[in-house]
C-alpha cells in the first residue's frame, strides 16, 4: 500500500501518540492500545523503504516522541507534523512541542488540524497563545498545509 501511496503521490496520515492515559480508556475505546507503538520512530524503515512516501504524523506531542518526529524530519522533507488535539493536551505540552519543531528548523512542517467535533476554536488559541511569531502561526494554520497539499499553487507540483 505504502508503495502504491508513494507511486500516486498520495498523503498517508498517521496516529504517532500514546494514544489515551489508562484511567481514560474503556472497553469500546482503545482498552489494549499500545502507546509505544505511536512513537514515530517506527516510521524510519518504512521511510528508508519509500523516502518520497507523503507521511502526516498526528499528534505529535510527547517530548520523546517529539524528538522521534525531528529525526525524521531532518532526514524525510515529505513528513509533517500535525497540531490536533491541542484542546486534549496540556498547553505548556504543546507549547513546548512547536517550540522544538520550529527551534529545529521545521516550522514549515507543522500542519492544522483536528480529529474531533468542536475543537477547531480552541485548538486555534492554543496556537495564537503561542511563543511563537504571525508568519509561524499563519503558517501553521494555513501556509504549511496548502503547500504540502499541494493547494493554490503552492508546492513543486502545483495544483492537483
Known amino acids: 500500500y505504502l508503495a502504491l501511496a508513494t507511486k500516486l503521490d498520495l498523503v498517508v496520515l498517521a496516529h504517532a501518540d500514546a494514544g489515551p492515559p489508562p484511567e481514560g480508556r474503556t472497553p469500546g475505546c482503545c482498552a489494549d492500545f499500545d502507546g509505544a507503538l505511536g512513537d514515530p520512530a517506527h516510521w524510519a524503515p518504512v521511510l528508508e523503504r519509500h523516502p518520497d512516501l507523503r507521511l502526516v504524523l498526528y499528534h505529535v506531542f510527547r517530548p520523546d516522541f517529539v524528538a522521534s518526529a525531528v529525526a525524521l524530519l531532518d532526514v ?23 517550540a522544538r519543531f520550529v527551534e529545529a528548523g521545521h516550522g514549515d512542517r507543522i500542519v492544522f488540524g483536528s480529529d474531533y ?29 496548502a503547500r504540502f497539499l499541494r493547494l493554490d499553487g503552492h508546492g513543486e507540483h502545483g495544483a492537483r
Open 76 to 98: 524525510y522533507p515529505n513528513v509533517v507534523v500535525e497540531t490536533s488535539p491541542m484542546t486534549r493536551v496540556p498547553v505548556p505540552l504543546v507549547h513546548a512541542a512547536l
Open 117 to 145: 467535533p468542536g475543537a477547531i476554536g480552541g485548538s486555534r488559541a492554543v496556537i495564537a497563545s503561542a511563543p511563537l511569531t504571525d508568519a509561524q502561526k499563519r503558517a501553521i494554520l494555513y501556509d504549511n498545509a
